[in-house]
């Protein structure tokens, strides 16, 4: 069956370092994966869309990679900053409909200062 | 521009009892979806409209949960009769086609709805 996971539950890291969030998925073709941020309390909100023939997307200090191969998406937070403490969600389209988004099970980022 | 509001914010019930959901997307948009994250577990896909349309209703549960978008503008979604099962959260989406990439709009999420069952 198919399946996304998401590398850890939570992830510690000293203000000023990289952040780097793993997604990785089986049993999946997607056309293209979704990273989102979601903060206690709120819906989660859009960050970056990669599709499957990107290898790399940037976003200020976001960059996201898309290895078809590996099934692997990478996340990166560069210079992260104590606001940048979320939960970081991916999601890809599922099986039989484009519009239908499968989510990952999150990481909790916390970024100490 | 005004996000995804949705109404109420949280609500509490006894089994058995009968729930309604509501959600306003943003304006113009007219992809509109209802997502649940239930305990400890992942965000799942409910079921999407086009407009008043339900286009995709494979992630609905049951035959409890009724969805509506009459007008094709703000949503319900109806549990009856609730069961414990059904706690969590409930979000709603919207998203804005773009074009021939419209299913690759990002979605617009509310602060969801969290629906506890007692």
């Known amino acids: 069956s198919q399946k996304i996971e998401q590398n850890s539950e939570a992830l510690n890291i000293q203000e000023g370092k990289t952040a780097t969030l793993t997604c990785n998925y089986t049993n999946y073709s997607p056309a293209y994966l979704q990273w989102y941020r979601q903060d206690p309390g709120r819906g989660p909100v859009f960050l970056l869309l990669i599709r499957e023939n990107e290898k790399e997307k940037r976003k200020e200090r976001l960059k996201v990679t898309f290895d078809t191969t590996l099934k692997q998406s990478l996340f990166h937070i560069t210079a992260s900053q104590p606001a940048d403490s979320a939960t970081y969600l991916c999601?890809?389209?599922?099986?039989?409909?484009?519009?239908?988004?499968?989510f990952g099970s999150g990481t909790q980022l916390t970024v100490l200062p | 521009e005004a996000g995804v509001t949705q109404f109420p914010s949280h609500s509490v019930i006894e089994k058995g009892q009968t729930v309604t959901l509501r959600c306003d997307p943003i304006s113009g948009h007219d992809n509109l979806y209802w997502y649940r994250r239930v305990m400890g577990k992942e965000i799942k896909f409910l079921l999407h409209f086009v407009k008043e349309s339900k286009q995709d209703e494979s992630g609905m549960p049951n035959n409890r949960f009724l969805a509506e978008r009459t007008g094709g503008t703000y949503s319900t979604l109806k549990v009856q009769p609730a069961e414990l099962e059904d706690s969590g959260v409930y979000f709603c989406?919207?998203?804005?086609?773009?074009?021939?990439?419209?299913?690759?709009?990002?979605?617009?999420f509310g602060n969801g709805t969290r629906l506890t069952v007692t």
């Open positions: 989406a919207s998203s804005q086609d773009l074009g021939g990439f419209g299913y690759n709009s990002p979605l617009h």
């Open positions: 999601a890809l389209d599922g099986s039989g409909s484009a519009r239908q988004l499968t």
